[in-house]
Each structure stands twice: as structure tokens, then as C-alpha cells.
């Protein structure tokens, strides 16, 4: 059954770092998310990308994180320069044709920011 | 902030049906009733959804109340493995999805 990969399992960086998080959805998928989850907190959606733009982003995301689809098959989110309190797991989730439909979730991304 | 209210706990014996309920008392005509479950620290599953029929597949039922204001996931015959934080999420074709806390749901042998 195909799933969404992402890579690394785990990436610790120091503090004012660059760091890319990276992600392969589903090769058939239309739409592509980010949500990140604080170590014992809520999953927090970050952005939606759709048709090569982003569709909608929380107030997390703000000018430090950027997205992009470089390929026909990569999903990246880009921190320009990490804090503290960027530390959490990243995970991407991809969407068929219809965004109502499930999301598909990768396994995740442990960033430590030191 | 979620629109959503969950207990934040539950217990159910192997092989018995899991009933976990959800409050959404403020949901919109648009906005559908999703539900997801994480299983400890791993990706988010989704597992079902619905509009206002209820609706069952493969995983779980679930049933939403005729006023749309709560709805129940059934896990017909919960397993171990089923030991899971279990989201109900609300929200509207193309727009983000909001989590809330969850209910930890432990399945005991």
C-alpha cells in the first residue's frame, strides 16, 4: 500500500540553523500539508499547498518556514532559522484530488533544536 | 481553538465495542465530523468521517446525532492494538484541520 516517507526520522540542529524537513506523498496526490506536534501537546496544522502555492497557513507559520515542490515528488518545509522552540515532530500529510477526503500521514520528522 | 469536546480518558476491555463520544455543538451546516487516532507519537491514521448519515467502513461506525451536535466512534471489537488517542475533529471542505486534546483511549486484556 503506498504511503508518505519522510526524511529524516530525526534531525537535531543547532539554535539560528536552516534546517529542511523532508517529505514523498503519494505519487497520485493533489494536496500536501504540514502539522507539527510539541512533545506532549496538540498537532498543530501549519500549511496547505495545492497547484504548486500555498492554499492556507497558520499563524505558526510565519516568515521563518517556507515550502516547496522542487520535483515532481518532494515535498519540503524549510525553517530559516531555527529556534528553541521549533523543536517537535513535523509531519507531512498528503490528500487525493478531493481535499475532503483523508489525510495520509507520514511517520514523522523529530527536529531538536539545541 | 478545537470545536470539539472529548473525555479525556476512556478504558475498554478487549473484544467489547469502544464508544468514544464527541461534543460539537457549534458545527456548522458545511462542516464535517472527522475522526483520527494516533498511535503513540506515530503519524496521525484517519479513520472515518461523515456529514449527518451516519456512516461505517472497514476500522469503525460512526453515528452522529440527528441535531448534528455529537456524535460516537464505535471500534466494534477493540484489540490492543487499537490503544490510540482518538481526535473528532469538525471542519469545512478546504479548510485545516484544528486538533484538540483527544481521548486516550487504553484497551486492557
Known amino acids: 500500500e503506498p504511503e508518505v516517507t519522510q526524511t529524516p526520522s530525526h534531525q537535531v540542529t543547532q539554535m539560528g540553523q536552516e534546517v529542511i524537513l523532508r517529505c514523498v506523498p503519494i505519487?497520485?496526490?493533489?494536496?500536501f500539508y504540514w502539522y507539527r506536534q510539541i512533545l506532549g501537546q496538540k498537532v498543530e496544522f501549519l500549511v496547505s499547498f495545492y497547484n504548486n502555492e500555498i492554499s492556507e497557513k497558520s499563524e505558526i507559520f510565519d516568515d521563518q518556514f517556507s515550502v516547496e515542490r522542487p520535483d515532481g515528488s518532494n515535498f519540503t518545509l524549510k525553517i530559516r532559522s531555527t529556534k528553541l522552540e521549533d523543536s517537535a515532530m513535523y509531519f507531512c500529510?498528503?490528500?487525493?484530488?478531493?481535499?475532503?477526503?483523508?489525510?495520509?500521514f507520514g511517520p514523522g520528522t523529530r527536529l531538536t533544536v539545541l | 481553538d478545537a470545536k470539539t469536546t472529548q473525555p479525556p480518558s476512556m478504558d475498554c476491555a478487549e473484544g467489547r465495542a469502544a464508544n468514544l463520544p464527541c461534543n460539537h455543538s457549534?458545527?456548522?451546516?458545511?462542516?464535517?465530523v472527522y475522526w483520527y487516532r494516533q498511535i503513540h507519537s506515530q503519524g496521525p491514521q484517519y479513520i472515518i468521517h461523515?456529514?449527518?448519515?451516519?456512516e461505517t467502513n472497514e476500522m469503525a461506525s460512526l453515528i452522529i446525532t440527528e441535531d448534528r451536535k455529537s456524535s460516537t466512534l464505535i471500534l466494534p471489537h477493540a484489540t490492543l492494538r487499537d490503544t490510540a488517542v482518538y481526535y473528532c475533529?469538525?471542519?469545512?471542505?478546504?479548510?485545516?484541520?484544528?486538533w484538540g486534546a483527544g481521548t486516550k483511549l487504553i484497551i486492557k486484556p
Open positions: 500529510a498528503s490528500t487525493p484530488e478531493s481535499s475532503y477526503n483523508e489525510q495520509f
Open positions: 461523515g456529514l449527518k448519515n451516519n
Open positions: 457549534t458545527i456548522s451546516g458545511n462542516e464535517y
Open positions: 505519487s497520485n496526490h493533489l494536496y
Open positions: 475533529i469538525v471542519r469545512v471542505v478546504d479548510y485545516q484541520l484544528i
